[in-house]
């Protein structure tokens, strides 16, 4: 029975305001959530409640998300008893009424149904990614595909594409993933550092230099995990991109460092870049809105890639079957606060998984401490996630949870 939810207004990772949301039940529980928030976002995405008062943090303050929690939701919620997450989903989502929570906000809603699975778990006895396991897949420890170098409306370089990720596929713990990730990224900083470049970081912790053409940042990564003492390639340590596409796509064409491509030529670039480099996944590398381009990206590339819809499948159970039916894509990127709750995420994640397409579970630009994603992740058998650069406290967070949950237990490490 929930006693009590709050939120308050605090900062995100970028210095934006976002919410923490606490709540509590009458059995003693007090759990936490903090809300991500994104930068580069689908158009389709349920809809975070901004006040868009100039005169507070630029038009960003998120106090009528806060007043969603605080009045209506705990109206709702409080002496209620709920048989489970979905159950208390459900409520949230009819208290809302609209299609894409943009009455009470998706922001409001998503840290009342994060601290809502943790308060269920904790009822349970039982650590959260185990509450959420059985719902998707076999619960397995994940891939952790680290950013380290940014680009996009992430950062203030001329860099098109927004990151450039190393996924130690053939490593054998997520303990030794996350020292190749750490060592790489060392590398990768005295590299840069020793060509008189710049280590300043992005919003995600990666870092931003001077580079605009994305095979220049695919050299370095390639060196920089020579250099460490890895193997380049799916027995050792792979390289993923988003270049998320759709932030550089205007009137039918794709800019890249000054120049403008088509759907096809954009498509022969790809060919080109994974034949030449060991790129294993690519995420977003066609605009939302050029489902045409996607499909003869998805034929052309489809058996070898894996291809990742984020902007353009936005966790969406019905933009994802629909994908599916298209031949769009072949894995979807999973982010809890782009559908609004963790019930409609794990609908996402059963859809796409049932129609042949691999989840990969993704933070925000915006982050907090909070590391829900990482319990989601092993709990649903996703394989694989993103959570940014090895370094900074919000992205580290997840990284260390999924560490301290093989610690005490015999998960599998890797893709399915
Ligand atoms: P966002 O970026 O959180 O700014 O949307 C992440 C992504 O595009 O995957
Ligand atoms: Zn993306």
Same mark, same amino acid.
């Given at each position: 029975?929930?006693?009590?939810?709050?939120?308050?207004?605090?900062?995100?990772?970028?210095?934006?305001?976002?919410?923490?949301?606490?709540?509590?039940?009458?059995?003693?529980?007090?759990?936490?959530?903090?809300?991500?928030?994104?930068?580069?976002?689908?158009?389709?995405?349920?809809?975070?409640?901004?006040?868009?008062?100039?005169?507070?943090?630029?038009?960003?303050?998120?106090?009528?998300?806060?007043?969603?929690?605080?009045?209506?939701?705990?109206? /709702?919620?409080?002496?209620?008893? =709920?048989?489970?997450?979905?159950?208390?989903? *459900? $409520? &949230?989502? @009819? #208290? %809302?009424?609209? !299609?894409?929570?943009?009455?009470?906000?998706?922001?409001?809603?998503?840290?009342?149904?994060?601290?809502?699975?943790?308060?269920?778990?904790?009822?349970?006895?039982?650590?959260?990614?185990?509450?959420?396991?059985?719902?998707?897949?076999?619960? /397995?420890?994940?891939?952790?595909? =680290?950013?380290?170098?940014?680009?996009?409306? *992430? $950062? &203030?370089? @001329? #860099? %098109?594409?927004? !990151?450039?990720?190393?996924?130690?596929?053939?490593?054998?713990?997520?303990?030794?993933?996350?020292?190749?990730?750490?060592?790489?990224?060392?590398?990768?900083?005295?590299?840069?550092?020793?060509?008189?470049?710049?280590?300043?970081?992005?919003?995600?912790?990666?870092?931003?230099?001077?580079?605009?053409?994305?095979?220049?940042?695919?050299? &370095?990564?390639?060196?920089?995990?020579?250099?460490?003492?890895?193997?380049?390639?799916?027995?050792?340590?792979?390289?993923?991109?988003?270049?998320?596409?759709?932030?550089?796509?205007?009137?039918?064409?794709?800019?890249?460092?000054?120049?403008?491509?088509?759907?096809?030529?954009?498509?022969?670039?790809?060919?080109?870049?994974?034949?030449?480099?060991?790129?294993?996944?690519?995420?977003?590398?066609?605009?939302?809105?050029?489902?045409?381009?996607?499909?003869?990206?998805?034929?052309?590339?489809?058996?070898?890639?894996?291809?990742?819809?984020?902007?353009?499948?936005?966790?969406?159970?019905?933009?994802?079957?629909?994908?599916?039916?298209?031949?769009?894509?072949?894995?979807?990127?999973?982010?809890?606060?782009?559908?609004?709750?963790?019930?409609?995420?794990?609908?996402?994640?059963?859809?796409?998984?049932?129609?042949?397409?691999?989840?990969?579970?993704?933070?925000?630009?915006?982050?907090?401490?909070?590391?829900?994603?990482?319990?989601?992740?092993?709990?649903?058998?996703?394989?694989?996630?993103?959570?940014?650069?090895?370094?900074?406290?919000?992205?580290?967070?997840?990284?260390?949870?999924?560490?301290?949950?093989?610690?005490?237990?015999?998960?599998?490490?890797?893709?399915?």
């Amino acid at each position: 029975t929930v006693s009590q939810v709050h939120a308050v207004e605090i900062l995100d990772s970028r210095s934006r305001p976002t919410l923490a949301v606490t709540l509590e039940t009458d059995a003693g529980q007090h759990v936490r959530a903090g809300v991500p928030a994104g930068a580069s976002t689908g158009t389709r995405e349920a809809v975070e409640l901004r006040d868009h008062d100039p005169h507070r943090y630029s038009g960003q303050g998120v106090l009528q998300a806060v007043q969603s929690v605080n009045g209506e939701i705990l109206d /709702r919620l409080r002496g209620q008893t =709920f048989d489970g997450p979905s159950d208390l989903d *459900h $409520a &949230l989502i @009819e #208290l %809302d009424g609209t !299609e894409n929570k943009s009455r009470l906000g998706a922001n409001a809603i998503v840290g009342v149904s994060i601290a809502a699975a943790r308060a269920f778990a904790e009822t349970a006895g039982v650590p959260l990614w185990k509450h959420l396991s059985g719902e998707v897949a076999e619960p /397995r420890m994940p891939v952790p595909h =680290f950013n380290v170098i940014n680009g996009g409306v *992430h $950062a &203030l370089n @001329e #860099l %098109d594409f927004q !990151e450039f990720m190393i996924a130690p596929l053939g490593a054998p713990s997520i303990a030794e993933a996350v020292r190749a990730g750490s060592e790489i990224y060392g590398a990768l900083r005295a590299l840069l550092h020793g060509r008189g470049m710049s280590v300043g970081l992005g919003d995600e912790g990666g870092f931003a230099p001077e580079i605009a053409q994305p095979e220049e940042a695919l050299d &370095l990564l390639v060196e920089a995990i020579r250099t460490a003492g890895y193997t380049p390639g799916r027995d050792g340590v792979a390289i993923a991109m988003d270049p998320a596409s759709s932030e550089f796509y205007h009137d039918g064409a794709y800019r890249v460092a000054g120049q403008d491509f088509t759907s096809d030529q954009m498509i022969d670039r790809y060919a080109d870049i994974v034949e030449r480099y060991p790129v294993w996944l690519l995420e977003d590398g066609l605009a939302e809105s050029d489902w045409d381009g996607w499909q003869r990206l998805t034929e052309r590339l489809g058996d070898t890639v894996e291809l990742v819809g984020d902007d353009i499948f936005c966790t969406n159970p019905k933009i994802i079957a629909e994908a599916i039916t298209k031949g769009v894509g072949n894995a979807s990127l999973i982010k809890v606060n782009q559908i609004g709750t963790v019930t409609e995420t794990l609908d996402a994640m059963r859809v796409a998984r049932d129609g042949g397409y691999a989840q990969f579970v993704s933070h925000r630009s915006g982050e907090t401490e909070d590391a829900f994603i990482a319990d989601l992740t092993v709990g649903s058998g996703s394989g694989h996630l993103k959570s940014g650069a090895p370094a900074r406290g919000e992205r580290v967070a997840k990284y260390a949870r999924l560490v301290e949950i093989e610690d005490v237990t015999d998960l599998p490490y890797g893709l399915r």
